[in-house]
């Protein structure tokens, strides 16, 4: 006489771990451009100091500022942070080039963040443009786009 036995059979076991093989296999690029996401959200915020001093820079002189020396900022290579390497003023437009401790897949990509003015009148404040974004109406976008990296791994804002 034999009891009635309960368990899994080795079939049901290897069939439950392909389906977890798959879930997570589906779930893992949505989980690194998230990550990559925040590391980009963390560049922007390291370049708010800049977009002030350019800021003040126009407001005062009318006119966009072409480096880091002519708004008293250190060397772009001088201005890192946990996931930034460089940060360089250029014709008003801030260059945000990613490394350090970054994603593998956004070292060295580089996100563009420009002023948007209102020309002939610079007490109107700036609006500031990531990556693709454009440009709010009546406003002119100053500066140049150097926005290298994928349209998934920019902020929702930045794209076009």
């Excluded at 942070?81 to 003023?89: A, M, T």
């Excluded at 437009?93 to 401790?101: L, M, P």
Aim: proline share 7%; net charge positive; with cysteine.
């Amino acid at each position: 006489m034999r009891g009635n036995q309960s368990g899994f059979t080795l079939i049901e076991l290897m069939i439950v771990i392909a389906i977890i093989g798959i879930l997570s296999t589906l779930a893992l690029p949505s989980y690194q451009d998230r990550v990559i996401r925040a590391q980009v959200s963390e560049g922007m915020a390291l370049a708010e100091f800049v977009k002030q001093s350019i800021a003040a820079h126009y407001s005062r002189n009318r006119v966009m500022p072409r480096d880091n020396g002519a708004v008293g900022l250190p060397d772009g290579k001088l201005i890192v942070g946990n996931y930034v390497s460089e940060v360089n003023v250029r014709d008003g437009a801030i260059d945000i080039t990613f490394g350090n401790r970054t994603n593998k897949f956004l070292a060295g990509k580089m996100l563009s963040l420009r002023p948007a003015v209102v020309p002939g009148h610079p007490v109107v404040p700036i609006a500031w443009l990531c990556g693709n974004a454009s440009a709010p109406e009546k406003m002119k976008i100053m500066g140049q786009n150097a926005t290298n990296l994928p349209p998934s791994h920019l902020p929702v804002d930045c794209r076009s």
